[in-house]
Nanobody, 114 residues
Framework: DVQLQASGGGLVQPGGSLRLSCVAS????????MRWGRQVPGKHLEWVAY????????HYRNAVKGRFTISRDNAKNTLYLQMNSLKPEDTAVYYC???????WGQGTQVTVSS
């Protein structure tokens, strides 16, 4: 079974940074495009960042461009999201996902507040 476990969330002040990690199992991680998404209560899950199999291609939602960086370590089956210059509107539950098949894993809460 596909398993995606995100971690690294927490409470941070505006302007701060967090690094999310997602450990994948149950499929060939290195052969799959991956993404991060986020969801706030009452709204649909929205994609935030995308990365292809070797990390050579990335895409970002306009709202996070220049502040967030997606990366991956295929040897460790791990996906990352470095989040800098965090804003209150970044507050959400963040999920990592496997693009093929539309899988989303368990999320991690990120709260940006003073």
């Amino acid at each position: 079974d596909v398993q995606l476990q995100a971690s690294g969330g927490g409470l941070v002040q505006p302007g701060g940074s967090l690094r999310l990690s997602c450990v994948a199992s149950g499929f060939t991680f290195s052969s799959n495009d991956m993404r991060w998404g986020r969801q706030v209560p009452g709204k649909h899950l929205e994609w935030v960042a995308y990365i292809n199999t070797d990390g050579g291609t990335t895409h970002y939602r306009n709202a996070v461009k220049g502040r967030f960086t997606i990366s991956r370590d295929n040897a460790k089956n791990t996906l990352y999201l470095q989040m800098n210059s965090l804003k209150p509107e970044d507050t959400a539950v963040y999920y990592c996902g496997k693009v093929s098949g539309g899988y989303w894993g368990q999320g991690t809460q990120v709260t940006v507040s003073s």
